[in-house]
């Protein structure tokens, strides 16, 4: 796998309407600047009950690589050493866990943060018994078109902020809600302010004023459109459904995107069976994300594969929808994330321990795989090696929970069990 880029940019300020714990949080967070990395003061975090390194070779051999009553050294914004306490080396600092769990950040490889508006009258006709369909996207967009660049950039803050708070230390973000080329750009600027992690979405849905002549659109998208949000993206998406693009629009979008610089990942099988998982696999797209509807086609060929079955069980939690079958997935030998989809129609959650608990409970995951899934699954999914893990040479992105086992993130589902965050080696929660 390609690691990817690490951001040197500052910290963006923070919503001034949002809570004290948000501003505390977001004036320490997000990035680290090239005098935070420059730091190379040492710092061991001893008295750890658990520690998920997920390196088989340094813990119990499981693809967690547990190890009890452990340590971690930190210097500067990277993991030095992990392993037992008793041998732990000498360093400047030291903090006590005090017999909590540890585990790397959450890598949440699927949102979509650069949004304006609300959707709660449509959540609430859903609850009600209307249901899904892509068709809610045009209440956003005609939102986002509206807004003002500091109103997006707010929204990105809070939402970063309140994601950091339950232990996300990455995070990619799309457009998507804009659909023109103006309103797509400066989403991708909003978010590239806050993560290197950015997905170019152009075709999300048709735009409205091109309802008639889809062609005309999928033109745009191709061509003037990417030209201005390529310099601004590292990933190119397309929602590859009925209602947004077929498989042959779908393929014209994503091989553009290759042509200029962008890697694909695809919205791919969420409400009916299609073409998107075989399209993904086909252009080496890094996931697929969603997967609910699969026929065994589909699970043999991203078994085969490098790309990454991307599962969003908030969207299935928030839509009454079909639960994605895990299970299945895993058993075949495919690589799975989990991941939020936090977005304002269909999955407005940032919390990746509710989707852990979810994939538990309704998806057939074990805790193991779930807490996997969610950080080197999820760092797979961005085709990264150096987060979603605690090994030395990685990012010094670590979780620490008020529990003494990762279990607890799905045996105690909503209880804020995130008591501490380092991101990049610096003690952000």
């Not at 002549?213 to 190119?236: K, Q, S």
């Not at 977005?343 to 795989?369: H, K, Q, Y």
Request: charged share 20%.
């Amino acid at each position: 796998m390609t690691p990817g880029r690490p951001s040197e940019r500052s910290a963006p300020e923070p919503d001034p309407t949002a809570d004290q714990a948000t501003k505390d949080a977001m004036s320490n967070a997000t990035t680290v600047s090239p005098a935070h990395s420059a730091s190379t003061a040492s710092t061991l975090i001893t008295n750890i009950a658990a520690l998920v390194t997920n390196d088989p070779s340094l813990g119990d051999g499981t693809p967690l690589g547990l190890i009890q009553d452990a340590a971690v050294v930190i210097e500067g914004d990277r993991i030095a050493w992990t392993g037992d306490q008793s041998k732990a080396p000498a360093t400047d600092n030291r903090i006590d866990a005090g017999g909590r769990a540890v585990l790397p950040g959450f890598v949440d490889s699927h949102s979509h943060l650069v949004f304006a508006g609300d959707r709660t009258q449509e959540f609430n006709a859903r609850m009600s018994g209307r249901p899904y369909s892509a068709g809610g996207i045009r209440t956003t967009v005609a939102a986002t078109r509206a807004a003002t660049d500091e109103e997006l950039e707010a929204n990105v803050t809070r939402y970063l902020a309140e994601a950091l708070r339950q232990g996300t230390t990455t995070f990619e973000t799309k457009s998507g809600y804009g659909l023109t080329t103006h309103d797509e750009s400066r989403a991708l600027r909003v978010a590239a302010r806050h993560t290197d992690e950015v997905t170019y979405l152009g075709a999300h849905i048709v735009a409205p004023e091109f309802a008639e002549d889809p062609a005309a659109y999928v033109a745009l998208v191709t061509g003037e459109m990417l030209d201005a949000c390529a310099p601004h993206a590292r990933w190119i998406d397309v929602f590859c459904e009925k209602g947004a693009f077929d498989g042959d629009q779908a393929r014209a979008i994503l091989t553009a995107g290759k042509a200029r610089g962008l890697h694909p990942r695809i919205h791919a099988n969420q409400l009916s069976y299609g073409p998107g998982v075989r399209l993904a696999v086909e252009l080496d797209a890094a996931s697929a994300d969603h997967c609910t509807h699969l026929t065994d086609e589909d699970v043999d060929a991203l078994a085969n594969s490098r790309t990454v079955a991307t599962l969003l069980p908030g969207a299935e939690f928030s839509t009454r929808a079909e639960w994605p079958d895990a299970r299945r997935l895993l058993d075949a030998g495919v690589t799975v994330a989990l991941s939020t989809d936090c977005n304002p129609g269909s999955s407005f959650t940032s919390s990746v321990p509710f989707c852990i608990a979810l994939a538990v409970r309704d998806m057939g995951m074990t805790p193991d795989e779930a807490v996997w899934s969610a950080t080197a699954g999820g760092a797979a999914a961005l085709r990264r090696t150096d987060i979603g893990r605690v090994t030395p040479g990685a990012y010094a992105d670590l979780t620490l929970l008020d529990a003494p086992s990762h279990v607890h993130l799905a045996y105690r589902p909503g209880v804020p069990l995130v008591s501490g965050v380092w991101r990049r080696g610096e003690r952000v929660v």
